[in-house]
């Protein structure tokens, strides 16, 4: 009995000294969405990371416009989507060894699709890509590229013949498409493989709490790059 209380005691303890994190984050099912009881697979790796510490993570889903007006002011503390500039003041917390492979994705046609043939090509993208060097090569090759919200609504454009390919990954095309109600095997990924997505979050080393995050996540193990 004595110990039950004592466990009780050290639990409300914990419970109020625990500090709350806001974390940004996009909708792209299903690695993050606010339609999920969990989430998303992302949140779920993040929650894991933090389990049994003194920070509390506070997942709110914004649109693109609102997560990058909060990334340039500098008012955030975690973000799954990454700052179009990443500096020596932001760190990457790499949260899975898996990554996400970026393909291109057309109507299905008989002929291979290699994923070169660029020149004057519409590509819907996400905004979390705006950085990817893989995009710039795009416009360098002379593709236009349509900034969307979600891989349903690139696919949807696709559908429409609005845009010629969408840039994504296999899993996010697949979940669309079954929203869409559409046959994922009508579609057609491209044999180059344009970048691995690593599952992330962005650390804002000028938060408040960044310290405590950091030295909470090297204790467990978790990889941190810097820029």
């Given at each position: 009995?004595?110990?039950i209380i004592?466990?009780?005691l050290?639990?409300c303890?914990?419970t109020s000294?625990?500090?709350d994190?806001?974390v940004?984050?996009?909708e792209?099912?299903p690695?993050l969405?606010q339609?999920?009881?969990?989430?998303?697979e992302?949140?779920v790796?993040?929650?894991?990371?933090?389990?049994?510490?003194?920070?509390?993570t506070n997942?709110k889903?914004?649109?693109s416009?609102?997560?990058?007006?909060?990334l340039?002011?500098?008012?955030?503390?975690?973000s799954?989507?990454?700052?179009?500039?990443?500096?020596?003041?932001?760190?990457?917390v790499?949260?899975?060894?898996k990554t996400i492979?970026?393909m291109?994705?057309?109507?299905?046609e008989?002929?291979?699709f290699?994923g070169?043939?660029l020149?004057?090509?519409?590509?819907?993208?996400?905004?979390?890509?705006?950085e990817?060097?893989?995009?710039?090569s795009f416009v360098d090759?002379?593709?236009k590229?349509?900034?969307?919200?979600?891989?349903?609504?690139g696919?949807?454009l696709l559908l429409?013949q609005?845009?010629?390919y969408?840039y994504g990954?296999?899993q996010?095309i697949?979940?669309?498409?079954?929203?869409?109600?559409?046959p994922?095997?009508?579609l057609?990924d491209?044999a180059m493989v344009?970048y691995q997505f690593?599952?992330?979050v962005?650390?804002?080393a000028?938060?408040?709490?960044?310290?405590?995050?950091k030295?909470?996540l090297t204790?467990?193990?978790?990889?941190?790059k810097s820029?």
């Amino acid at each position: 009995m004595y110990q039950i209380i004592v466990g009780l005691l050290c639990c409300c303890i914990f419970t109020s000294q625990a500090q709350d994190i806001d974390v940004i984050a996009f909708e792209y099912p299903p690695y993050l969405t606010q339609y999920s009881a969990d989430q998303g697979e992302a949140v779920v790796l993040l929650q894991r990371a933090f389990a049994y510490s003194a920070l509390n993570t506070n997942v709110k889903f914004v649109n693109s416009t609102t997560a990058q007006k909060q990334l340039n002011s500098n008012n955030w503390c975690l973000s799954f989507l990454p700052p179009k500039k990443p500096s020596a003041l932001h760190l990457q917390v790499i949260l899975a060894d898996k990554t996400i492979p970026l393909m291109l994705f057309r109507l299905a046609e008989p002929h291979v699709f290699i994923g070169n043939e660029l020149k004057d090509k519409v590509i819907a993208h996400l905004p979390i890509s705006l950085e990817d060097r893989k995009i710039r090569s795009f416009v360098d090759a002379e593709a236009k590229l349509q900034l969307v919200e979600t891989i349903e609504q690139g696919l949807s454009l696709l559908l429409e013949q609005k845009v010629d390919y969408v840039y994504g990954d296999q899993q996010g095309i697949n979940f669309a498409a079954n929203k869409l109600n559409f046959p994922a095997m009508l579609l057609q990924d491209s044999a180059m493989v344009f970048y691995q997505f690593p599952m992330a979050v962005w650390l804002n080393a000028q938060c408040k709490n960044a310290e405590a995050i950091k030295s909470h996540l090297t204790e467990k193990k978790y990889q941190i790059k810097s820029f």
